[in-house]
């Protein structure tokens, strides 16, 4: 296969290892999945933290992956690592090429599948190229990220939480991505090109809680954000993607996404849609950064003409074609004052 369809056997755990005992535990946790060097965005999701501090809530950061990607500049390099190295954090793929000689031959580790075009994957393998190049400058960062793991399990209130990049198996997996769980959203199906044998089965995914001993599985890496819950032995479970926290979710919005699992009942200000999980409280929220801000420091680093503006910069200022209600899928609650 070809550098970024590549996921190299390093990046497989297996769902076995998801059983072990928690690694830590939280009251309220964020799970912030794609930042993508967005440090508007960081400031912004900081914001809503301290926001529930002034609340007396005790709020746990944990970055699962690809913090990095358009920060190639390098004092927003060094800014937001060192911001975000000093919490709770996964290794996404973006972290994992970054740190790993023997794996640079795989481009940026993606795995991308085969629906998307060869185009998208080169400017991937030519952005994480200049990133690279920034990240070499900086060694005592870089050996943090080889200590990152693949994944955590959380203990909120009573339950077990599963924080992977992307999916039950893989680092770079996209079992739990939008378009290939069951049952199918056919829209996004057709838009992607997405081949009928590319489905995870709810037989599949009930097999993945199992196995894990988990309620809930909180993921990134696939770029559009779904939640849906499973029916296993009685019992709701619920998959959770938030997408991207540093870039735009959907259609004609400017806002990330983060996801949000807590021990206190009351759905949080901004959330977008939700659920309860036992006694959890399980959301998907927004995080409104700074958008003029933002889409200036992309454009210094990233003109028009560069690789990360061609395959980004509509979704930055446009969000992609994709809705909040294909987003709030099966036993989730949509908030119907999402939006204004």
Known sequence: M??????????????QALSRPCDFVADTLYVVGGLY??????????????????????????FNGDFNWFNVDPQKFALLNCAVLDHPAIAGNVEAELCAERLKQVGCGCGYPEYVDSASVERSNAIIARLKATAARFAPITRAFSRLGFNAVVEVGAERVAV???DACSLAGWRFAAEALEPPDLRLRRALGVPDTVVTS?????????????RIFASSHTCLPVAQTYEVDGRR????????AGMPNFR?????????????PTPPAGWLYGCWVGALRCDAIAVRYDHQAWIRS??????????????????????????????????????PHALP
């Not at 060097?37 to 950061?61: C, K, P, S, Y």
């Not at 004609?252 to 206190?264: L, M, P």
């Not at 028009?304 to 074609?321: C, F, H, I, K, Q």
């Open 237 to 244: 479970c619920l998959l959770i993607n938030n997408g991207a």
């Open 164 to 166: 992977v990049h992307g």
């Open 298 to 335: 992309f454009l210094s680093s990233w003109p028009e003409g560069s690789p990360a503006y061609e395959s980004y910069y509509r979704r930055l200022t446009e969000g992609p074609d994709y809705t909040l209600e294909q987003a709030a899928r099966q036993g989730v609650e949509l908030n």
């Open 37 to 62: 060097g967005n440090l508007e965005a960081l400031e912004a999701i900081f914001e809503l933290r301290a926001a529930e501090q002034g609340q007396g809530r005790r709020v746990t950061l944990l």
């Open 202 to 214: 709810i037989t599949e995914m009930q097999a993945y809680f199992r196995a894990s001993s988990v």
């Open 2 to 15: 070809s550098a970024g369809r590549t996921c190299p056997l390093e990046y497989s755990y297996g769902v």
């Open 252 to 264: 004609g919005q400017r806002f990330g996404v983060i996801t949000r699992i807590s021990t206190h």
